[in-house]
């Protein structure tokens, strides 16, 4: 532990960091560089395949299986990590730089138990006598508010929460008081409440033990909570710095401004602005700018080389040619969101639904009527029965007692006991777009299949529907007799909506669609279904964790807490003006893009 | 947060069920155990159901398939009185149940029927006391290949999967391919080839003892078929092992681990290892298994005397008491093993062993 | 939001054809581009070959020609002479075929039975899978010798017995890896997705169930077929299959090992030909195996289909993903 007492210069200093499959010598981050102050946290946002959570296991001069850090320095302090060998590194991870992991239930190890592991983060790299660890372990565990008796420290990690998980992975990588912490999406698959309280107890962490750290995440409202300064990647390299709130409030660079003119708010329904096409793979980095393909700004001397990072008016860095003008507030039009029209009749009626799971109850006295014409949403945390109910609308979840009525008929419990016109009418699009596709079958074929079930069609005029769809859903010909595993998850998911549009069904339920997606994809796909249910008059079920894209696309939302309906009506009022204390709670613990007041010291980027 | 507030599965379980299937959900040892312990029940009972049909019911008439065509009409007689052919099948078979659970399988019929090339037969023991007299040997036998070659396996496989990719790994990959791939037979036959006969003649080519002693006494003779098994047996030992501990070794557990910054060492017992360990207990189990089957062949080959040949000698005889002893005392081994297994990997895995 | 521009085609050639047999294709021929593909295939394929060509191209296997295990180069033939001096490598030509078809055939019993058995009990479960897998428990309680000793007690070594022994006791097996196989299948969402359509079970499993199970059981088919070569050769050594004056290398193994010492190659012949059978289908397998497993090269987990537990873990790394 050294003491930097009003040495100039930051606290942390990455260059030209570059990291490279091993076998291939391809690079998967090139060139990265940043400063982190003393105390000051930074946050390295991008989308998947950009290589940010690579950089921030670089940090600890650690390289995941098939890489290796092949340039570059990583000082932290007066050390440089990325010079340490074998025992030298070993002593600086935990003690120097330490890590909080993705997903805490895998980090911590399923056959120790909790104190254990607590003990170990001390153990190894200090001796201390049993009194004095005992007492380091309880000050570490109060700090994360968590209990330091007995009975806790014995248990294993399964029998924890998974906010409770975390909180133990962030004690441990507190315990020897590191210069520098990198927290790699901490907050992922954590409800919004405990999300809230996590990213608190980071700031307070942070705060007290006076460390700087890096937040690795691709989940921009939470960035801007804990970090004073932020820096995007995309493919590989970082294309924008600046301080958080200039970045977000004025982007520079263009991918900067698609990114936040994709995610979607909470406080009011705009269009969301996706960005089409994907970014290149570590090996067909383009000759020019690696977003140039993409970008509306593009000109011709961006396609000729990349561009360097430079400091820009204002303060920012960006790697870009042609960067947005500084006050043009991102320089992307906002529009509303258009609604369709009230059309006053109702497309689904439930009334008294109980349903439950292996004998577990998990949905209590359900009603609700989803007008027609209308998207309406179904909101709820993990737990809440979302998924079940939208299952049971469709029939592939039969253990329920009520009615479900559709266009007034009511619809038997298990889809094989329905009527074959109404399972046409209703149609389901999953969660997970790598499973809901059949692998063995092309795009075209796997269109097709509802087809064949449902109307009888020449081979030829399937394909033709086939080939139609895929033009609705904006995906080219070149699709068409392409296998899911050569596309991405957002183009897969736009080929299960068009599988489910190719019947004509008057009702789609969309359970969580667009959770597994990048949130420029999120955007895309939003926009467009938005766009179909207008043009089409669909009614849509959307089911969803997330209120912000609850706003984007919803005419009404319903709020499951634990399998009751705790509150429902139109958007407008109920993300205004919530009634329940639980919707309340919800949105008070949304991270938003505005926070209140800045959560961090000096404003100062680069 | 409340500060103090325990997670709620170290809370007492405020259940509401029977106060029965409270105590078993609380102590998953036992539970298990129990559960097991019916379902082993009831195998060993689906088993002997089909040995016995296997063995005297399917074959039309038995008495005459045993003692084959040239038997004469008495004989014939005598063997369907003994075996109570006569009888209704059900009947039959509740005698045939009722005394085998008091240990009583009648006895051989090797007395006065064709002999087997090899090896004595009795005439007319109970069968349990001639399996009785054999099934020492094929203890020792199995035990001895289990147990060198598990360690050799784990010793292997650990370390294989610590240097993965390196020459040993590489090396021991193809050689474990290939060696698991050959028949136990062939692979006695070379033993004997090269070690009895024909290239050294360190071991005896055949293991016959006395009727009755002990392969304890005579310990040289041992050896090759134990060599025998632990060829085939290792190199499967060897890949699982290596195969756990490479899953262990890319979790992210051990990420996390190595961030903390542990040593490999650290990582690979202390980390790494607490968690292959079901899988590798259960390759132990199935080995064992695979062992008692393979001891046939193994046993025929060297004349050991132990309850594989036996078994041999009872085919060649049409012994079928002997055969129906033998297969319910296999089947009786496996469900044994199985639960002990399975109760081990839990004792090992703190996710079931102390649910939520 | 306009129209979607498509970027750049780093987007491989549509594929055309039927995706199922390209699959096939592509698992088969990824196997056959490693070492043990091609090994294990080439040993398969020499020993068939031996097996089914050999008669034809030897001497008789039944003449006795010279003294009882004679050395090789005398009048009994290049291999020497066996117990009652027939020429061992004419009756090495000759003793391999019966055992390939006797194989092959329960084999393709053991795989009709254990994928019927496998696919309705993961598709149907509850109770059905209960029956199944708990039947399927019993017999894998028995070793398979033991099992195919047991059945032939009595009745006495009759091909179809022998064949139906065989094929019964490898089909437990096949259930087993198949069910798990069609458990994980049928928990994907796309076979929920047309279950929720209304399809019939029967066309569910048909068109969405069975083609992802190709390549499990192309391994399995492999294995079983690796044991069942193994147990039809015990048998024959045990007396209890092809019986003499007949070649089959299994029964020459015992008839032979008397004078092991006098004229090892009565023995070894036959050996080396079964191990290297044995050895080349397991290869093959295991090649299959990885192949499939490496199916996942496109970092698609919906690839990851079930593989047997022969299979190298470490094979399982994407080769050219990005982490992330």
């Known amino acids: 532990m050294s003491e930097l007492n009003g040495t100039a210069g930051p606290a942390v200093e990455v260059k030209d960091l570059t990291v490279q499959m091993i076998s291939s010598k391809v690079p998967i981050v090139s060139g990265v560089s940043f400063t982190v102050d003393e105390q000051q946290t930074i946050g390295l946002v991008g989308e998947s395949g950009s290589g940010k959570s690579t950089v921030g296991v670089a940090l600890l001069g650690f390289a995941r299986r098939g890489l290796e850090i092949s340039a570059g320095s990583v000082r932290v302090g007066d050390v440089d990590m990325l010079t340490l060998k074998g025992d030298e590194i070993r002593k600086a991870r935990g003690r120097l730089v330490s890590y909080v992991p993705q997903d805490p239930a895998a980090g911590l190890n399923p056959a120790h138990r909790i104190g254990t592991q607590v003990r170990e983060a001390f153990s190894v790299h200090e001796k201390l006598g049993k009194g004095e660890l005992a007492e380091r372990v309880s000050d570490l565990l109060a700090g994360v508010n968590l209990p330091d008796s007995k009975q806790f420290l014995r248990s294993y990690p399964h029998q924890l929460s998974g906010g409770q998980q975390q909180r133990v992975a962030i004690a441990i990588a507190f315990a020897c008081r590191p210069r520098l912490i990198v927290l790699d999406e901490p907050t992922t698959g954590l409800d919004v409440t405990t999300q809230r309280r996590i990213l608190e107890t980071i700031n307070e962490l942070a705060r007290d033990y006076r460390a700087s750290a890096v937040y690795v995440s691709h989940d921009l409202p939470a960035v801007a909570e804990v970090a004073s300064k932020t820096a995007v990647m995309y493919a590989g390299r970082i294309v924008e710095v600046a301080a958080t709130k200039k970045l977000f409030n004025e982007p520079r660079h263009p991918y900067s401004a698609g990114l936040l003119h994709a995610a979607p708010s909470a406080a009011e329904a705009n269009r969301l602005v996706g960005i089409e096409g994907r970014p290149p793979r570590p090996g067909h980095w383009p000759q020019g700018c690696a977003y140039a393909p993409r970008c509306p700004r593009v000109q011709d001397d961006c396609l000729r080389a990349m561009p360097e990072l430079r400091p820009l008016d204002g303060g920012s860095l960006a790697r870009c040619l042609h960067p947005i003008p500084a006050a043009a507030g991102g320089a992307i039009q906002v529009t509303a969101a258009p609604t369709p029209q009230r059309l006053d009749s109702t497309a689904l009626q439930v009334e008294a639904l109980f349903a439950d799971y292996s004998g577990k109850g998990v949905l209590r006295e359900i009603g609700f009527a989803v007008p027609r014409g209308e998207c309406t949403a179904i909101v709820g945390e993990s737990g809440s029965g979302k998924t079940t109910l939208a299952r049971c609308l469709v029939g592939l979840h039969s253990s329920w007692q009520g009615a479900i009525r559709f266009e007034g008929e009511e619809l038997r419990r298990a889809a094989a006991e329905r009527d074959r016109n109404q399972l046409q009418r209703m149609q389901y699009i999953f969660q997970n777009p790598f499973g809901s596709l059949n692998p063995t079958m092309t795009v075209t074929e796997n269109i097709e299949e509802p087809l064949r079930h449902f109307e009888s069609l020449s081979r030829s005029e399937r394909r033709q529907r086939a080939l139609g769809i895929l033009e609705t859903v904006h995906l080219g010909q070149e699709f068409a007799d392409v296998l899911p595993n050569r596309i991405s998850g957002g183009e897969r998911q736009r080929v299960a909506v068009g599988r489910a549009l190719v019947v004509d069904p008057e009702v789609l339920v969309c359970d969580e669609i667009t959770s597994a997606l990048d949130v420029s994809v999120q955007a895309l796909l939003v926009e467009q279904l938005r766009d179909l249910q207008l043009q089409r008059g669909l009614t849509m079920v959307f089911i969803t964790h997330n209120l912000a894209v609850v706003r984007s696309i919803a005419q009404n939302v319903i709020v499951l807490q634990t399998g009751s309906i705790v509150e429902a009506g139109p958007v407008d009022r109920v993300l205004d003006d919530p009634q329940h204390p639980y919707t309340r709670q919800l949105l008070e613990d949304l991270p938003t893009l505005e926070p209140g007041e800045p959560t961090a010291t000096a404003d100062s980027a680069g | ?356 | 939001m306009e129209a979607g521009t498509i970027t750049q085609a780093d987007r491989p050639a549509p594929r055309q054809g039927p995706a199922l047999g390209g699959r096939v294709r592509r698992v088969v021929g990824d196997a056959l581009g490693t070492w043990r593909g091609k090994v294990g295939l080439a040993l398969t394929l020499i020993v068939a070959a031996i097996a089914f060509i050999g008669p034809f191209v030897g001497p008789s296997s039944l003449a006795l020609e010279g003294a009882p295990f004679e050395a090789p180069g005398g009048a009994a033939g290049t291999l020497g002479g066996d117990a009652l001096g027939r020429d061992v490598l004419a009756r090495v030509l000759d003793g391999g075929w019966r055992i390939l078809l006797i194989a092959g055939a329960a084999t393709i019993l053991a795989i009709i039975f254990g994928t019927a058995a496998g696919v309705v009990s993961a598709y149907r479960g509850g109770k059905v899978d209960s029956l199944i897998m708990r039947s399927v428990d019993v017999l894998l309680g028995i070793p398979q010798l033991v099992f195919v000793l047991m059945l032939l007690s009595v009745i006495g070594a009759k091909t179809w017995l022998v064949i139906l022994s065989v094929g019964l006791s490898q089909a437990p097996q096949v259930a087993r890896v198949l069910r798990a196989a069609a458990q994980d299948v049928s928990e994907r969402d796309y076979v929920k997705a047309v279950a929720a359509w209304g399809v019939p079970p029967r066309t569910v499993i048909r068109r969405h169930v069975v083609p992802s199970l190709i390549s499990p059981l192309m391994v399995e088919s492999a294995l079983r077929l690796s044991f069942s070569i193994i147990l039809v050769a015990g048998l024959a050594f045990l007396g209890l299959g092809t019986q003499p004056p007949t070649a089959d290398w299994g029964l020459m193994i015992n008839e032979n090992r008397v004078g092991i010492a006098a004229n090892p190659w009565g023995v070894l012949a036959p050996s080396i030909l079964l191990a290297a059978l044995a050895v080349g289908t397991n290869m093959f397998s295991d090649a299959v195996a990885r192949a499939n497993l490496a199916g996942g090269r496109t970092g698609d987990p919906s690839l990851d289909l079930f593989v047997t537990a022969s299979a190298d873990p470490k094979d399982a790394q994407p080769l050219e993903e990005v982490p992330k």
Not at chain 2, 86 to 92: H, I, Q
Not at chain 2, 155 to 160: D, L, N, P, Q
Not at chain 2, 332 to 348: C, E, H, S, W
């Open chain 2, 1 to 356: 947060m409340e500060a103090g507030q325990i997670s709620p599965g170290l809370e007492p379980k405020a259940s509401g069920r029977g106060g029965f299937s409270r105590a078993l959900a609380e102590r998953p040892i036992t539970a298990m155990i129990v559960r097991r312990s019916l379902l082993g029940l009831l195998t060993i009972v689906m088993i002997a159901i089909i040995v016995y049909a296997a063995t005297t019911v399917i074959p039309g008439d038995a008495a005459t398939a045993i003692l084959g065509n040239t038997a004469t009409p008495g004989r014939v007689e005598k063997l369907r009185a003994e075996l109570g052919l006569d009888e209704p099948v059900l009947t039959r078979f509740w005698n045939w149940a009722t005394d085998a659970i008091q240990l009583d399988f009648g006895n051989s019929l090797s007395g006065g029927v064709a002999q087997t090339q090899v090896g004595q037969t009795a005439e007319s023991t109970p069968v349990t006391a001639l399996v009785g007299e054999r099934i020492g040997n094929s203890v020792v036998l199995v035990a001895a290949a289990a147990i060198i070659s598990t360690i050799l396996g784990l010793i292997t496989g650990v370390y294989a999967a610590y240097r993965r990719d390196g020459f040993f790994d590489t090396v021991g990959s193809v050689i474990s391919l290939v060696a698991s791939a050959l028949p136990e037979f062939v692979v006695a036959i070379f033993c004997v080839l090269l070690f009895a006969t024909s290239v050294f003649t360190w071991f005896p080519a055949i293991s016959v003892l006395a009727p009755g002693a002990s392969i304890l006494s005579e310990p040289e003779k041992l050896v090759l078929p134990v060599l025998a098994l632990v060829i085939v047996v290792t190199p499967y030992m060897f890949r699982m092992t290596r195969g756990a501990m490479i899953e262990a070794l890319d979790s992210d557990y051990v990420e996390f681990a190595r961030m903390k910054g542990a040593s490999t060492t650290q990582i690979a017992f202390r980390h790494a290892l607490p968690n292959a360990l079901p899988p590798i207990i259960q390759v132990v189990g199935l080995n064992l298994l695979f062992l008692a089957g393979g001891i046939v062949l193994v046993e025929a080959i060297f004349t050991f005397p132990g309850i594989g040949l036996l078994l041999v000698e009872a085919i060649n005889g049409r012994d079928v008491p002997t055969i129906q002893y033998i297969v319910i005392l296999l089947a009786v081994f496996y469900v044994a093993l199985n639960i002990v297994t399975d109760v081990l990997v839990l004792l090992v895995t703190p996710r079931r062993r102390y649910p939520r």
